[in-house]
Nanobody
Framework: QVQLVESGGGLVQPGGSLRLSCAAS????????KAWYRQAPGNQRELVAA?????STYYDDSVKGRFAISGDKNTLFLQMNRLKPEDTAVYYC????????WGQGIQVTVSS
């Protein structure tokens, strides 16, 4: 059974940085795409960044130049720099291989 566990969230001041991690276990296959989503209160879950098995990346316009996605077979990272209050949300990792596998989510709060 595939399990994804996020870590690294918390409270940070505007302009600060956080590094999210997502650790996967319980699988023996390769994932086609790994991604980070976020959901703010009252909003739909949105795609923040994604990376393919070949290393191609995608970033939402709102985070381009500030966030960086990376990872290997078992882990996924999201380096978040120059954070803004509007980045406040619950962040989820998602691994895709046939079906989608989601983490439980982790809170990121950007506030002074």
């Amino acid at each position: 059974q595939v399990q994804l566990v996020e870590s690294g969230g918390g409270l940070v001041q505007p302009g600060g940085s956080l590094r999210l991690s997502c650790a996967a276990s319980g699988f023996s296959f390769s994932f086609n795409v790994k991604a980070w989503y976020r959901q703010a209160p009252g909003n739909q879950r949105e795609l923040v960044a994604a990376i393919t098995g070949g290393g191609s990346t995608y970033y939402d316009d709102s985070v381009k130049g500030r966030f960086a996605i990376s990872g290997d077979k078992n882990t996924l990272f999201l380096q978040m720099n120059r954070l803004k209050p509007e980045d406040t949300a619950v962040y989820y990792c998602k691994f895709t291989a046939g079906g989608d596998y989601w983490g439980q989510g982790i809170q990121v709060t950007v506030s002074s």
